[in-house]
């Protein structure tokens, strides 16, 4: 029997890559099921390519909360991989993305999903940042930078937590590190971007998967890469059958 049979269409589908999150994933869902009551939605979390138990933590998942499903690549590909394979089998027309560390709350969810009336991407802004100042200001920096070469508008785009519109993200260009730049990308597409505060909490279990190359050098290359895609793009053509 297909999953359409078997479950009504979701009206959100909450996208979730993990790697390496078995402590994490139980937690997580369960929050979501809470944030989400009332609505029909479906978790789909994107194992890329763990080497602990995470894919077993979500199977057992999957007996308790029918929502859940598990989509795993067969080897590690990055986040915005992940991301891109998890829109890519939601069901729903609206997606929310959460990290799989646990910083993001789920709470936060529905009200991002309430912005979607005017913009087809919603961001989260960690307003009080729960990292280490280190990690603090490394973010900072990286924002600050691509705020100034993009001028998105987006004072959080690392944010993990954000809500979209799933035909509009898949005709997106795609690239390694693309999730950085979703509000650059958004627009470039013509669509509309808006900012809502959100919570941000500690790392409470596992470790990051990031370092300061991850988060800093390697996003200031790919800024350049966005400035290349902006220069070649212009949004706003109309097509007419006559």
Same mark, same amino acid.
């Given at each position: ?11 959100? !589908? ?36 763990? %080497?602990?138990? %995470? ?6 998942? /999957? ?13 590690? !590909? ?12 939601? #069901? ?25 009336? $005017?913009?087809?991407? $919603? ?11 280190? /990690? ?17 508008? %987006? ?52 470790? !990051? ?5 991850? #988060?800093?050098? $390697? ?6 890469? $966005?400035?290349?895609? #902006? ?8 097509? /007419?059958?006559?």
């Amino acid at each position: 029997m297909s999953l359409a049979a078997t479950h009504p269409t979701p009206e959100i !589908s909450v996208v979730i890559p993990v790697c390496n999150e078995v402590d994490n994933v139980a937690p997580l869902a369960g929050e979501i099921v809470a944030a989400l009551q009332g609505k029909p939605f479906e978790i789909l979390f994107v194992d890329d390519g763990s %080497t602990d138990g %995470t894919a077993a933590a979500i199977r057992e998942l /999957r007996s308790r909360i029918p929502q859940v499903r598990l989509l795993r690549h067969s080897f590690r !590909s990055g986040q915005s991989a992940a991301v891109c394979s998890g829109v890519r089998h939601a #069901r729903a027309e609206w997606i929310a993305t959460l990290d799989g560390d646990g910083q993001n709350d789920p709470a936060d969810i529905p009200k991002l999903y309430e912005s979607r009336l $005017v913009a087809e991407l $919603v961001m989260g802004n960690r307003v009080q940042r729960r990292d280490t100042w280190l /990690r603090h200001a490394q973010s900072r920096v990286a924002n600050g930078v691509r705020g100034w070469l993009l001028g998105d508008g %987006t004072p959080d785009t690392g944010c993990g937590i954000k809500v979209m519109h799933r035909g509009q993200f898949l005709e997106l260009p795609r690239f390694d590190h693309m999730h950085r730049f979703l509000p650059a990308l958004f627009l470039r597409a013509g669509a509309r971007v808006v900012s809502v505060p959100v919570a941000h909490r500690p790392r409470a279990r596992g470790t !990051s998967k990031y370092g300061l190359f991850d #988060r800093l050098w $390697v996003g200031i290359v790919d800024i350049f890469g $966005v400035m290349w895609l #902006r220069r070649r793009f212009r949004p706003g053509l109309q097509i /007419r059958e006559d």
